[in-house]
C-alpha cells in the first residue's frame, strides 16, 4: 500500500530532550515536507526536501532540522524542544513536478 | 490580508443538504487549486485538484475556480454523515524549487444524520 508513515504518532517530552520523529514514504517521492497545524493557523511548512541531500527552509523552520540520507527517509529533528513547538505534525510527499502532496497521519506532540 | 482566507465554520448541515465551501485568496499568481479533506485524527488527503479557472466535477463533489474574483469553491451534493471532516483549500503557484502549497485554515463541517 502506498502511504507515507510517521513515528511516533503521539509524544509527551520535557523542555530541552532531544527528539525525531521519523518520517517515511514507499511511493518514490522526491519531494518530501514537514508541516505543523496549530489551532487558528492551519498547516505550514517548516521544512523541504527537493530530493536526497537537498533541503531547504519553509516558513516556520526555527527550532527545527531536518536530514535527508535516503530518499523514503525525512525525519524532523528538534533539538532543544520548546512548549511552543507543541503542535500537531505532517510529514508530506509528492513526485517532482506535481502539486499533490500525500500525507502522514500526524505525529501529536506535547512539550512540558 | 493574508494570503488564503477560509471560514472556519463550523459549518452543520443535515444530511442531504448542498454544502458551499469558500475561499478568497490575494496571490493572483496562484494557478493551481486543491481541496484536501481531514477526518479527526487523521492526515489531510487530497479530495479535489484543478488548474487555473473553471468547474471540476467528481461523484458528488465540484471543485470551482474564479480566477478573476481570486475565489475558490467547493461544492458538496447530498451530503453524507461520513462527509463530516475538516476541508482545507490549498493552492500554489507554478515556479520556482518549493512548488510552495499555501493551506486555508480549514472549515469544520458537520453533516447531521
Known amino acids: 500500500e502506498a502511504q507515507v508513515t510517521q513515528n511516533p504518532r503521539y509524544l509527551i517530552t520535557v523542555t530541552g530532550k532531544k527528539l525525531t520523529v521519523t518520517c517515511s514514504q514507499n511511493?518514490?517521492?522526491?519531494?518530501m515536507s514537514w508541516y505543523r497545524q496549530d489551532p487558528g493557523l492551519g498547516l505550514r511548512q517548516i521544512y523541504y526536501?527537493?530530493?536526497?541531500?537537498?533541503?531547504d527552509k519553509g516558513d516556520v523552520p526555527e527550532g527545527y532540522k531536518v536530514s535527508r540520507k535516503e530518499k523514503r527517509n525525512f525525519p524532523l529533528i528538534l533539538e532543544s524542544p520548546s512548549p511552543n513547538q507543541t503542535s500537531l505534525y505532517f510529514c508530506?510527499?509528492?513526485?517532482?513536478?506535481?502539486?499533490?502532496?500525500?500525507f502522514g497521519p500526524g505525529t501529536r506532540l506535547l512539550v512540558l | 490580508q493574508k494570503e488564503v482566507e477560509q471560514d472556519p465554520g463550523p459549518l452543520s448541515v443535515p444530511e442531504g443538504a448542498i454544502v458551499s465551501l469558500n475561499c478568497t485568496y490575494s496571490?493572483?499568481?496562484?494557478?493551481?487549486f486543491m481541496w484536501y479533506r481531514q477526518y479527526s485524527r487523521k492526515g489531510p488527503e487530497l479530495l479535489m485538484y484543478?488548474?487555473?479557472?473553471g468547474n471540476k466535477e467528481d461523484g458528488r463533489f465540484t471543485a470551482q475556480v474564479d480566477k478573476s474574483s481570486k475565489y475558490i469553491s467547493l461544492f458538496i451534493r447530498d451530503s453524507q454523515p461520513s462527509d463530516s471532516a475538516t476541508y482545507l483549500c490549498?493552492?500554489?503557484?507554478?515556479?520556482?524549487?518549493?512548488?510552495?502549497?499555501?493551506f486555508g485554515k480549514g472549515t469544520l463541517l458537520t453533516v447531521n444524520p
Open positions: 508530506a510527499s509528492r513526485i517532482a513536478g506535481q502539486e499533490t502532496q500525500y
Open positions: 511511493m518514490n517521492h522526491e519531494y
Open positions: 526536501s527537493m530530493n536526497v541531500e537537498v533541503t
Open positions: 496571490n493572483s499568481a496562484f494557478q493551481y
Open positions: 484543478t488548474y487555473s479557472s
Open positions: 490549498a493552492m500554489s503557484e507554478r515556479g520556482g524549487s518549493n512548488y510552495k502549497l499555501t
